[in-house]
């Protein structure tokens, strides 16, 4: 099984709402990287979380990190279409990142 | 160019033929990573360079890839008698120091090359 899991897998919203995506890892997190990819292009950065109980913005997108729950949550207010593409969390091992499984979101007007 | 580019952006060949997949980092990242992203497989990586030298070729699937690195700069992957498992996007990421837990060192992505194997 996967270190880090997504969930949801796919997500399909209606422009204007809300919504969140998480990220859970089965082992102890050193910080968390949330990346988001469009078709056919690289992966954009989008935050570093460092720290359990972190919380960072950019635009419209909050992430947080919860250490003592291994996880962390994306979340996304006021969804637009810019907004729709592949969410991917990493998280650093070692020398490297590890990813998650990747969130497909699409939004529609 | 301010960003890591990779080349050719898309790639098809016939099994059992050799590629190559170039990558040029930005300028002055010590650190050089491949990854590989098939359908159904997530991103995983293939192999971390530091400078000139390999530390990590863990992710390395199997002896038909190689890499190298030159002047601290571009990267090539190899991939000899392609097969067609090894149809996927092929991505390249530069950061100025190498990953490491606890500290903070955003990796930079190229586009990828589109690897099809017929």
């Known amino acids: 099984s996967q270190e880090l899991e997504q969930s949801p897998q796919s997500l399909i919203v209606q422009e204007g709402k809300n919504l969140t995506i998480n990220c859970t890892s089965s082992?102890?997190?050193?910080?968390l990287y949330w990346y988001k990819q469009k078709y056919g292009e690289g992966l954009i950065f989008l935050m570093m979380?460092?720290?359990?109980?972190e919380e960072k913005s950019h635009e419209k997108i909050t992430a947080k990190l919860d250490e003592k729950k291994q996880q962390s949550s994306l979340h996304i207010t006021a969804s637009q279409p810019s907004h729709a593409g592949i969410y991917l969390c990493?998280?650093?091992?070692?020398?490297?990142?590890?990813f998650g499984t990747g969130t497909r979101l699409q939004v529609f007007p | 160019g301010a960003g890591v580019s990779q080349s050719p952006s898309n790639k098809v060949t016939e099994k059992g033929k050799d590629v190559e997949l170039r990558c040029d980092p930005i300028s002055g990242h010590t650190a050089l990573y491949w990854y590989r992203q098939s359908l159904g497989q997530g991103l995983e990586f293939l192999i971390y360079?530091?400078?000139?030298?390999?530390?990590?070729k863990s992710g390395l699937p199997s002896d038909r890839f190689s890499a190298e690195r030159t002047g601290g700069s571009v990267s090539t992957l190899t991939i000899q008698r392609t097969q067609q498992e090894d149809s996927a996007v092929y991505l390249c990421a530069s950061s100025l120091e190498g990953i490491r837990e606890l500290s903070y060192n955003e990796q930079f992505f190229g586009p990828g090359t589109r690897l099809t194997v017929l």
């Open positions: 979380l460092q720290k359990g109980g």
């Open positions: 360079f530091q400078g000139n030298s390999a530390p990590d």
């Open positions: 082992k102890t997190l050193y910080g």
């Open positions: 990493g998280a650093p091992r070692a020398d490297k990142l590890i």
